[in-house]
């Protein structure tokens, strides 16, 4: 897994895979790279890049990462809350955690988590171990969190209510 910082980006190359085609003078090859790209404050993409070379893939696959890049609601160092995604048959749990944890996940999801600016963070993944799958369900984790803000706008109450959990009564 390599990581390049461009621009105030983190650049990290999950995965590279030679893919052949076989044709009638033989076997064409072609590369696909998986990337993963944050800019360590809250903003995470990924994406799927192929080519006949892996300079050429992997770049593709960072300039389409970088235009879609999504926002994910940081809380401190850490989530808002638990979430849980699924793809295919991988499942992803992702937990906050107190601070001084540090970023308890494997490969593909501490990738994510590393470029997204997480630092104190309990994952966990299940079913296949299939590193774009993997990949896609902590997005999807990821795009279920709201902010506390957001939480109390849906639900027609002020942040000093929804805060903690708990409910203030608000007569």
Excluded: W
Aim: proline share 1%; no cysteine.
């Amino acid at each position: 897994m390599a990581e390049v910082r461009t621009e105030d980006l983190i650049e990290k190359v999950l995965k590279v895979r030679r893919v052949s085609k076989v044709i009638t003078g033989g076997r064409r090859f072609s590369f696909s790279a998986l990337v993963v790209v944050g800019d360590g404050q809250g903003r995470v993409g990924v994406a799927l890049g192929k080519s006949r070379d892996v300079s050429s893939a992997i770049s593709k696959a960072a300039k389409r990462a970088r235009m879609n890049m999504v926002f994910v609601p940081l809380y401190k160092s850490t989530l808002p809350f638990t979430t849980f995604g699924k793809h295919s048959a991988s499942r992803v749990l992702i937990r906050s955690a107190s601070k001084g944890t540090g970023v308890i996940a494997g490969g593909a999801v501490r990738a994510v988590m590393e470029s997204l600016g997480v630092k104190d963070v309990l994952a966990k993944s299940l079913g296949s171990e299939n590193a774009h799958n993997v990949v896609l369900a902590t997005m999807k984790a990821l795009s279920k969190l709201r902010s506390a803000k957001e939480i109390a706008a849906l639900r027609g109450k002020s942040i000093k209510e929804v805060v903690g959990g708990s409910y203030v009564s608000a007569k």
